[in-house]
């Protein structure tokens, strides 16, 4: 939907103009590709305490497995755009745009992992390892961190990344990400000139959400609240400068260099060029969670 209404009529220099719209998009198809990685499509079968003279009648051990899988309510990735600006003709043949511009995205994808080791089990009595010393409860004598999943004899996240190389596994594909875009966008641009075209752009916005761009959840027990913030490819500063400059005619008839030789040396040159300047990447802060081969957080 777009409206654009000119109070003045017609014969008005200023524009006022709104608009918004709902866009829907198809779901990406990494998560179908993802499937043919994990069983039953393939299966991996890992050989454990075994040597190399004895590698061709060993049997393999499906343990732990790599899956993944699809989100069941299946909505699809939806963008809803919404702007409202002024146009103004000024003095010089400039016209000025002053707008305010929104974007929110929501049910984006992202891949969040259901199989990852409770925060604190390295430290619970239960999950020591009997042959270590169990009295000691520092995290570093627990069990490996495949007994210690919700879901035993399958792989989380780093058992998958570290040892199929296919690209991580057990997590569910979802569609829980979203992001919204709100910026200030300043425009004044001088197109019908005879000798300089000039276009000054600057934007002031920010961009916030969840959005990982089907990347993994940063932290899969309060995803909302602990990923939420600026996204990577925030910038909140832009300013762009574009400009075509027709340099006067040097060669002119009646002059000592207005023969054809210098005309065609040393008229018809323009100087053009884009200037962009842009703020840089945001620094995130995380909230320091991690994970390692132990099952051990901190």
């Known amino acids: 939907?777009?409206?654009?209404?000119?109070?003045?009529?017609?014969?008005?220099?200023?524009?006022?103009?709104?608009?918004?719209?709902?866009?829907?998009?198809?779901?990406?198809?990494?998560?179908?590709?993802?499937?043919?990685?994990?069983?039953?499509?393939?299966?991996?079968?890992?050989?454990?305490?075994?040597?190399?003279?004895?590698?061709?009648?060993?049997?393999?051990?499906?343990?732990?497995?790599?899956?993944?899988?699809?989100?069941?309510?299946?909505?699809?990735?939806?963008?809803?755009?919404?702007?409202?600006?002024?146009?103004?003709?000024?003095?010089?043949?400039?016209?000025?745009?002053?707008?305010?511009?929104?974007?929110?995205?929501?049910?984006?994808?992202?891949?969040?992992?259901?199989?990852?080791?409770?925060?604190?089990?390295?430290?619970?009595?239960?999950?020591?390892?009997?042959?270590?010393?169990?009295?000691?409860l520092s995290g570093d004598n627990a069990l490996p961190v495949d007994f210690l999943r919700p879901y035993t004899g399958y792989a989380g996240l780093g058992t998958a990344v570290a040892q199929s190389g296919l690209g991580g596994g057990g997590f569910i594909a979802t569609f829980g990400s979203s992001s919204n875009y709100n910026g200030l966008q300043v425009s004044a641009n001088r197109r019908v000139a005879k000798d300089l075209t000039i276009g000054i752009n600057y934007t002031w916005s920010k961009v916030l959400g969840t959005d990982t761009d089907f990347q993994f959840v940063a932290n899969p027990v309060n995803h909302r609240k602990a990923d939420y913030g600026l996204l990577h490819y925030d910038r909140t500063q832009v300013l762009v400068v574009n400009y075509i400059y027709n340099v006067p005619q040097v060669a002119r008839a009646g002059t000592p260099l207005g023969n054809p030789v210098f005309k065609a040396i040393l008229n018809g040159w323009q100087v053009s060029g884009i200037t962009s300047l842009s703020s840089g990447a945001p620094m995130v802060v995380g909230d320091g969670t991690s994970v390692s081969g132990t099952g051990k957080y901190s």
């Open 1 to 136: 939907f777009g409206l654009a209404w000119t109070p003045a009529g017609p014969e008005g220099k200023t524009v006022v103009r709104l608009g918004g719209g709902v866009f829907y998009e198809r779901i990406q198809g990494n998560m179908i590709f993802n499937q043919i990685n994990y069983p039953p499509g393939l299966v991996t079968p890992k050989i454990y305490y075994g040597n190399l003279s004895t590698i061709a009648s060993a049997s393999g051990t499906l343990f732990p497995l790599n899956v993944a899988g699809l989100s069941p309510d299946g909505k699809n990735p939806t963008v809803y755009n919404y702007n409202f600006s002024i146009q103004r003709e000024l003095p010089g043949k400039f016209l000025l745009d002053v707008g305010y511009v929104g974007t929110l995205s929501r049910h984006a994808l992202a891949r969040y992992p259901f199989n990852e080791a409770p925060f604190g089990s390295a430290w619970l009595a239960k999950n020591q390892d009997p042959t270590k010393d169990t009295s000691n």
